[in-house]
């Protein structure tokens, strides 16, 4: 079964993708529908009810709903993320790890400019954000926006070291490792072989895919180009773990500014938004093309022509059978 659809074209392997990705999509709905109702006493509707309502009479989140909606977080994340491309790449390649790119060890200083990429652009990464706030959006939009605000907030209470580190395993660790596999690993290199002329549009065709998928649209710019940021990263290197660790820093910076807020450790809510000057989101663009540049040329030479080679050597063992 390795290595069985290698021999397709990149378009008819997408397509087995997103098949691939609907049925984990169907089987996760069928769990929360018919299995975990029973297993829980909840549903994923009553969980949120009784959040919403917990949130309305100031009052705090029981841990069971909690512990219940991080379990469904994380199995949603598993399941829909993580399997489909695991599954993928064992139906694409006989060597699945080369295949997504993750069999080689990354070096020291490319992960330090890969941090130094996600480190650099947030603010200006804030300052798109500010602006795709003032669009025209709906009120039920808005609304539902607010709705995913409370869920994160109370996702993200932490009174103890414990639940920091469930919710860096949660928030950071398990989507960095998932979504990377997901988006970078399987829907950017697929769109790259499609178009192989433009990597750099099928690099930002995978992150509007990326933005997209979350639902979010009052942030669907700054997570877009946060894809393209981790896209850009993978895409220069050929090496996923660098592009896991560019997701896991943003994602686990925010988990760690949220509670060094709650334990009155800082002063300013990460959560909430303060206007970015442009001067300043204007010096982030620049520091951040800066470290792409130097990211370019510190990552392995060739290493781009490597893979490249990886996939032509692929095909050739596909027309050999």
């Known amino acids: 079964m390795t290595g069985r659809l290698k021999q397709y074209p990149p378009s008819l392997q997408f397509a087995a993708f997103v098949g691939l990705f609907l049925l984990f999509l169907i089987l996760y709905v069928f769990f929360l529908a018919f299995v975990f109702p029973p297993i829980s006493g ?22 069971k709903v909690l512990g219940y909606l991080k379990l469904t977080q994380f199995l949603y994340t598993l399941v829909v993320y993580l399997l489909p491309p695991v599954f993928f790449a064992f139906l694409v390649a006989t060597r699945p790890g080369n295949w997504l790119r993750i069999d080689r060890k990354p070096r020291f200083l490319p992960v330090i400019l890969a941090f130094l990429i996600m480190l650099v652009a947030l603010p200006f990464v804030s300052y798109t954000g500010d602006w795709n706030h003032t669009w025209p959006f709906s009120p039920e939009l808005r609304k539902m926006e607010e709705q995913t605000e409370t869920l994160t907030r109370v996702l993200l209470n932490m009174p103890n070291i414990s639940s920091l580190l469930i919710n860096l395993i949660i928030i950071a660790i398990i989507p960095a490792i998932a979504e990377e596999f997901f988006f970078r690993g399987v ?135």
């Open 187 to 321: 829907i950017q290199r697929l769109f790259i072989k499609m178009m192989p002329q433009m990597p750099w549009l099928a690099v930002f065709i995978a992150a509007i895919c990326f933005s997209a998928i979350h639902m979010q649209w009052m942030d669907f710019v700054p997570r877009l180009l946060l894809g393209f940021l981790l896209g850009a990263i993978y895409y220069l290197s050929g090496n996923l773990w660098l592009s896991m660790l560019g997701h896991f820093l943003n994602n686990g910076l925010q988990v760690v500014m949220v509670y060094l807020y709650q334990a009155k450790m800082i002063k300013t809510d990460p959560m909430t938004s303060t206007p970015t000057e442009w001067y300043i989101a204007a010096i982030s663009l620049a520091l951040t093309i800066g470290a792409i540049w130097l990211f370019d040329k510190q990552t392995t030479p060739g290493e781009r022509e490597h893979n490249h080679r990886d996939d032509f050597n692929d095909n050739i063992e596909s027309i050999g059978k």
């Open 42 to 63: 909840y549903s994923l509707t009553t969980l949120q009810s009784e959040l919403y309502a917990a949130q309305e009479a100031l009052q705090p989140v029981s841990p």
